[in-house]
């Protein structure tokens, strides 16, 4: 059984800074991980990309995030990272984990339970 376990999420003021954890276990093995990837979902609103990282460690970000957020991964945690800083309070949001694999020439796609950040004073 799959499972993508987020964690790291909280309430922080604006202007500080969260780290987000996402590790997969069960069948995901890093090899065949084509990427890793942070959504997040506002109340009201659609789900969007956050930031993205593929196999060769290229990395994509939303552009309202650029500069303030890192993503990492460790294959050999088969875990990624979201270095938050200078959160605002629009980052407010539930933040998912995405990891998409190709094994024996099939395409899976999978999707953490979500952690809640909450950026107010």
């Known amino acids: 059984q799959v499972q993508l376990v987020e964690s790291g999420g909280g309430l922080v003021q604006p202007g500080g800074s969260l780290r987000l954890s996402c590790a997969a276990s069960?069948?995901?093995?890093?090899?065949?991980?084509?990427?890793r990837s942070w959504y997040r979902q506002a109340p009201g609103k659609q789900r969007e990309l956050v930031a993205a990282?593929?196999?060769?460690?290229?990395?994509n970000y939303a552009d309202s995030v650029k500069g303030r957020f890192t993503i990492s991964k460790d294959n050999a945690k088969n875990t990624v990272y979201l270095q938050m800083n200078s959160l605002k309070p629009e980052d407010t949001a539930v933040y998912f984990c995405?990891?998409?694999?190709?094994?024996?020439?099939?395409?899976?796609?999978?999707w953490g339970q979500g952690t809640q950040v909450t950026v107010s004073s």
């Open positions: 995405n990891v998409q694999t190709l094994r024996n020439g099939l395409h899976y796609d999978y």
């Open positions: 069960g069948s995901i093995r890093s090899i065949d991980v084509m990427s």
């Open positions: 990282i593929t196999s060769l460690s290229t990395t």
